[in-house]
């Protein structure tokens, strides 16, 4: 018999022959036996000051790095506090891999101190959820763990291991995974298929690219671009897809759906072939099912069959990796592909006038600070491949709206699950897998209060996060809704009962800067970009600031709201005229 390793050495060794290079997690007593392994282990780690941030945080290195990123937690509450993370990692399709502590083998099931049944807990949240029941086990189920996260439709796996496990000893035995295999893939399509794609494309005369997340998780961003620019077809993305096809090409749409362009949702009505790459057709991107895209045929590209018809009826469904399926349709397309026909050029000229018509707007000459021209000044003067974690609420979808992505994996965003909270910790998470890149987290105030006292986390470890404050004082997507949708009967969207947060940085030794008047927002942005320290800056914005356009629910794209009506603001200033 050889050397024996306690559960938590050979766990450490595993992680380490994953490739992981950092993790996030806050200690307990259940996983005790994994920290004091952890001393002098060699591998790093970030003490968090809630278990919710280490997801978020293994969920942003992950969309960043394209790497699992991975999260601890104790027994009980540590591991119910990762659940949020969990699932919005799971509704998003990233691999994250989640280890949690549990009592006693001998305890289970028997209500000890910080018992929770965690993988009955986790089961919706994650694709898998393991309980090692001996450390012998440890290195196979870690090794597993890491396929099943990245392989087929990524996602988060949970393991649940037994303080017991952590301390038995056993004799190691490593698989010979490495953790650097490119992810398995599904491939149900066949070459017919991709002819039938083809002749569909060619065919058509007002087709539109529509690209998800999946396209980022495949890597295959390049290939989008190639088929835009043979085939001369507008693409479109969701808030997933930001950055895989860039923002200012000639042939980009922006996003689409509920706070989609007009140019942009027009176009999916009147579309006559839609192409969805690795896209789930979401009830916030189609609004009403039968106003959307209705006079298209449409062709679906996605890794997990599940999807296939799930919202949306397709014509024809190509089902494996992105990549690998659009490489064998590009090389179809390359073999038979004309010149653009006056019906292509014709259809770009058409979305053009749309464009003109309707263009993502605001009032550039206000007083106020308006959110929309933070956004624009931070990408302006950010670096070309910096990383932008949002939060959730109007400012995720100024951000959507006018900041120009150019590359995958910039744009992260708790997007189906749409968790507050999200933007500061992913950011920190981001900064870890990228420590030389810039990452801004763009927060509402609402969200950032949920996850500020990770302010602690980023200082002991120096990690130069950039953090702007979209600062309106209320809970401002449910206040917009309360206000266009429930008769301005505003409850509870308040906000004006919260920290300075200039003073919070400082307490916190960072420092901070508030911006209230318009002339100031671009020294601010550009000091607050100017070096390699966490910086914060709370920009007060119109607080009356409203996200156009809109599809109000029950809608179809072509019902959408372009702007605020002009004409019910115009009685009301006549109503205080003549009550003057």
Excluded at 132 to 157: H, K, L, N, Q
Excluded at 417 to 443: E, H, K, N, T
Excluded at 453 to 461: E, G, I, R
Aim: hydrophobic share 40%.
């Amino acid at each position: 018999m050889g050397k024996l390793f306690s559960g938590s050495e050979l766990l450490l060794e595993s992680l380490k022959r994953q490739r992981v290079d950092v993790f996030f997690g806050l200690p307990g007593g259940a996983v005790l036996p994994l920290y004091d392994a952890l001393y002098s282990a060699g591998i790093r780690h970030l003490l968090v000051r809630h278990e919710q941030a280490a997801a978020f945080a293994a969920d942003g290195y992950a969309r960043a790095s394209g790497k699992p990123g991975v999260c601890l937690g104790t027994s009980g509450p540590g591991a119910t506090n990762l659940i949020t993370g969990l699932t919005s990692a799971m509704m998003d399709s990233i691999p994250v891999v989640a280890l949690t502590g549990q009592v006693p083998a001998s305890l289970i099931g028997k209500d000890g101190f910080q018992e929770a049944d965690t993988i009955g807990i986790s089961l919706p949240s994650t694709k898998q959820s393991f309980l090692v029941r001996s450390a012998a086990d440890i290195p196979a189920v870690i090794d597993r763990a890491f396929r099943a996260a990245v392989s087929g439709r990524p996602g988060p796996v949970l393991v649940d291991l037994p303080k017991s496990v952590l301390m038995e000893k056993a004799e190691p035995c490593y698989p010979p995974s490495t953790g650097a295999e490119r992810p398995e893939r599904l491939r149900e399509w066949t070459d017919a298929e991709i002819e039938r794609a083809a002749d569909m494309i060619l065919e058509s005369r007002r087709a539109v690219l529509y690209v998800g997340g999946g396209v980022i998780s495949a890597d295959a961003s390049p290939e989008i671009r190639e088929i835009a620019e043979l085939t001369h077809i507008p693409v479109t993305t969701t808030l997933m897809g930001m950055g895989a096809f860039p923002s200012r090409h000639p042939l980009s749409l922006g996003m689409l759906g509920m706070h989609g362009s007009y140019a942009t949702n027009l176009a999916i009505c009147n579309c006559d072939l839609l192409v969805a790459i690795g896209a789930r057709f979401d009830d916030r991107v189609t609004g009403r099912l039968n106003g959307f895209a209705p006079d298209a045929k449409k062709i679906h590209f996605d890794v997990d069959p599940s999807e296939v018809n799930k919202n949306v009826h397709v014509d024809l469904a190509l089902v494996g990796d992105a990549r690998e399926a659009l490489h064998a349709l590009i090389d179809v397309l390359k073999r038979r592909q004309t010149a653009p026909t006056p019906d292509r050029q014709q259809w770009l000229q058409r979305i053009e006038s749309w464009r003109t018509e309707h263009p993502l707007t605001y009032d550039k000459y206000a007083n106020t600070v308006k959110p929309q021209y933070v956004i624009e000044s931070i990408a302006q003067h950010a670096q070309e491949n910096a990383i932008v974690a949002v939060d959730v609420g109007q400012h995720q979808m100024w951000t959507a709206q006018f900041y120009n992505f150019s590359r995958p994996r910039t744009c992260l965003s708790s997007s189906g699950l749409g968790s507050m909270g999200y933007g500061f910790p992913a950011a920190m998470g981001a900064q870890m897998a990228f420590p030389d890149r810039q990452v801004i987290a763009i927060v509402g105030d609402g969200g950032f209060q949920m996850t500020l006292n990770d302010l602690a986390t980023v200082v002991q470890y120096r990690v130069p996060v950039k953090i702007a404050i979209i600062n309106n004082r209320a809970l401002g997507m449910v206040r917009q809704w309360q206000e266009i949708f429930f008769e301005k009967r505003y409850c509870d969207t308040d906000l004006d009962f919260a920290p300075d947060f200039v003073k919070l940085a400082e307490a916190y030794g960072i420092r901070g800067t508030r911006v209230e008047h318009r002339t100031d927002v671009v020294d601010a942005v550009e000091d607050f970009l100017s070096d390699r320290e966490p910086r914060l800056v709370d920009f007060w914005v119109d607080p009356a600031e409203n996200v156009y356009p809109i599809v109000p629910p029950g809608a179809s794209l072509a019902e959408m709201v372009v702007e605020p009506p002009r004409v019910l603001v115009e009685e009301e200033a006549l109503d205080d005229l003549w009550a003057v």
